[in-house]
């Protein structure tokens, strides 16, 4: 085993890890790997646009381990590379490959969208007031559902609405996922895009509620959420719902009226036809 050294960064590499020849080489990846690749990631984010050997130099590795990690970041999509300038080149050859982290290799060292956004909608509310977060959260969720209406609107029955809608949030990354439970359909995300700030805005949660219930035809009910700690957000969508059918039999019973069928009022005794064809008795 040789010795440990310390990167820029102030990580450790195992140099045997990465060394041509050493035992381990071509072997499945190990932690120390994982911690080399992540620190040639890091010095092309640091770096960047850089060379295999300008990586290689600063972090005291062969030129060729780094290639080996900077191929698996490019076949992941983490990074990319382009051709330097034949501008101040020196000597003969092709020019120098120059790598550089692509958004997905971005992401390996995160993001402060959700404090940039919890921080923004407080001061929304600050300024403007609690009307104004929920104002942002309604228009928020109809821009959503509006891409995916049609498709909702040619759906037939509740449970097909609520499995289009299932598909459609899973497109817009809420991996969601909708099952016939009982009297109703069950709609489960089992990912929220923006669970960090609904923690801290719960109108973002009601106005998505609000907006499943219109967009599927039927009032629905929020069982839990990921914001509030729940493994999914889970939504109750009912088949049917008791004062649709009460609806639909007062309109069955009007009708009837209006078209001289027999009808049973309260005010005036039943009558029915006499079997002969005379007066009714």
């Not at 850089?50 to 490019?74: F, N, Q, Y």
């Not at 801290?200 to 967009?215: I, R």
């Not at 729940?230 to 088949?239: F, G, I, N, Y």
């Amino acid at each position: 085993m040789k010795n440990v050294g310390t990167s820029p960064a102030g990580a450790a590499v195992e140099w045997a890890a990465d060394e041509p020849g050493s035992a381990r080489q071509g072997a499945a990846p190990s932690a120390g790997d994982g911690r080399t690749r992540q620190l040639v990631a890091r010095t092309v984010l640091e770096q960047g646009p850089v060379t295999a050997a300008g990586i290689a130099e600063r972090l005291g590795l062969s030129p060729a381990a780094v290639r080996r990690h900077l191929d698996a970041l490019v076949a992941d999509g983490e990074a990319w590379i382009r051709e330097s300038s034949s501008r101040g080149r020196r000597g003969r050859g092709r020019p120098a490959k120059l790598f550089l982290l692509t958004e997905s290799g971005r992401a390996r060292f995160g993001h402060a969208y959700d404090d940039l956004a919890v921080s923004a909608l407080r001061f929304l509310a600050e300024q403007s007031g609690e009307q104004a977060i929920r104002s942002f959260a309604e228009r928020r969720m109809a821009a959503l559902v509006e891409h995916h209406r049609d498709a909702l609107a040619a759906s037939g029955s509740v449970a097909e609405r609520a499995q289009v809608l299932a598909d459609a949030l899973t497109r817009e990354g809420y991996a969601a996922s909708a099952r016939t439970v009982g009297s109703g359909e069950q709609l489960c995300q089992h990912h929220c895009p923006v669970a960090h700030v609904a923690a801290d805005f719960p109108q973002l949660c009601e106005a998505e509620t609000e907006a499943f219930a219109e967009v599927l035809g039927t009032h629905v009910q929020r069982l839990a959420t990921i914001a509030n700690g729940d493994a999914a957000c889970t939504t109750h969508v009912p088949h049917a719902r008791s004062e649709d059918r009460t609806a639909s039999r007062s309109e069955t019973d009007h009708n009837a009226v209006a078209s001289g069928s027999a009808s049973r009022s309260p005010d005036r005794q039943d009558t029915a036809p006499s079997p002969h064809g005379g007066e009714p008795v």
